[in-house]
């Protein structure tokens, strides 16, 4: 009953669940990938023992090669990156941890893959200081991950974003959404709706959206690395 307190899922190419979840009994982070689109045995999930310390918020993403990519709170609540190379029975060699925050223990994350030819960038946006200008932050990995890769803390950056002000901050107690480019993303420019009118934003230029509630409102943000 306690399994699963906080967790995420996404789906591999053929259609397969792919789960993480923080297992409150243990305390450690769990991965279990399904063999069936429409899993309803427990003989029909694969488990990859982690043995990573978890103290709950989840998040998850699959990319295009089906290997994974996430990011957990650990038990010093620092924010913590894992990458997971699958294999054809289903589990999941695991690579990391790197420790992209170690300052904001966030209840409210959310990880996407920025893909572009063959690399597979993971990034994060995560909830801060919900109600003030550090209420919303942004981190990516600087480099792809790979398994023959250096796994470091050094390999990631982060930011707050920044805000329009008073009344434009995240609120506490709301997710948070990210996404990340890949190459099926749209090319033309379009216009998005503002407080100050409709403004034209070009996706094409751009690395990742992220989306947040703030006092009255969803908002936006547009993102790439310079």
């Known amino acids: 009953a306690s399994s699963g307190s906080s967790a995420d899922m996404d ?11 923080y297992d409150d009994g243990s305390e450690k982070l769990r991965i279990v990938k399904a063999t069936d689109k429409n899993p309803r045995l427990a003989s029909n999930w694969v488990r990859t023992e ?6 709950g918020s989840v998040s998850i993403a699959v990319d295009s090669s089906n290997n994974v990519h996430i990011v957990y709170k650990n038990s010093d609540s620092e924010m913590c990156y ?20 170690s300052t904001t223990s966030s209840d409210y994350i959310s990880v996407s893959i920025i893909e572009s030819d063959s690399a597979k960038t993971p990034c994060v946006s995560y909830l801060g200081s919900a109600g003030t200008a550090q209420s919303m932050k942004y981190a990516y990995r600087k480099s792809a991950p790979s398994s023959s ?10 930011m707050i974003l920044p805000s329009r002000g008073n009344g434009h901050y ?57």
């Open 50 to 55: 982690t043995n990573l310390s978890c103290a």
């Open 170 to 226: 995240a609120i506490s107690s709301n997710p948070v959404s990210t996404e990340g480019r890949t190459l099926g993303w749209i090319s033309e420019d379009t216009n998005v709706l503002t407080n100050g009118g409709k403004i034209a934003v070009a996706p094409k230029t751009v690395q990742t959206a992220v989306a947040f509630k703030s006092k009255s409102q969803f908002e936006t943000a547009y993102l790439k690395t310079e």
């Open 149 to 158: 890769g250096t796994f470091s803390d050094d390999n990631w950056d982060y």
């Open 82 to 101: 894992v990458f997971g190379v699958v294999g054809n029975d289903g589990k999941y060699t695991l690579y990391g941890p790197e420790v992209i925050d």
């Open 11 to 21: 789906l591999d190419k053929a259609g397969m669940p792919v789960v993480a979840y």
